[in-house]
């Protein structure tokens, strides 16, 4: 089993930047592809950012290309989101997730096990 909590939301003014970080436990989250998703108020989860089991290879939504920055640090068991020029439609809670065989996808299906998330509020 493995558990993923968030941490690093809050609220910003549009212009602003926040880092949010995922801890995992277990002992092969180096072997896990990870990812960021969103949810805003009476909107589906949406897929943000994703990282393969390396670091290597990452992948980004449209709408978040050039602003926001997927890492890992393997040896700590932490995936960060670096948001930068946030922008008032990034307002929404944002979960990590965990895709066990390591598979790059944009599927929220896909993904094996999910934080509880943490809430992002871009307002002036």
């Known amino acids: 089993q493995v558990q993923l909590v968030e941490s690093g939301g809050g609220l910003v003014l549009p212009g602003g930047s926040l880092r949010l970080s995922c801890a995992a436990s277990?002992?092969?989250?180096?072997?896990?592809?990870m990812a960021w998703f969103r949810q805003a108020p009476g909107k589906e989860r949406e897929f943000v950012a994703v990282?393969?089991?390396?670091?290597?290879?990452?992948h980004y939504a449209d709408s978040v290309e050039g602003r926001f920055t997927i890492s890992r640090d393997n040896a700590k068991n932490t995936v960060y989101l670096q948001m930068d020029s946030l922008k008032p439609e990034d307002t929404a809670v944002y979960y990590c997730?965990?895709?066990?065989?390591?598979?790059?996808?944009?599927?929220?299906?896909?993904?094996?096990?999910w934080g509880q998330g943490t809430q992002v509020t871009v307002s002036s």
């Open positions: 277990g002992r092969t989250f180096s072997t896990y592809a």
């Open positions: 997730a965990a895709e066990v065989t390591a598979f790059l996808t944009i599927a929220a299906s896909e993904y094996d096990y």
């Open positions: 990282i393969s089991w390396s670091g290597k290879s990452t």
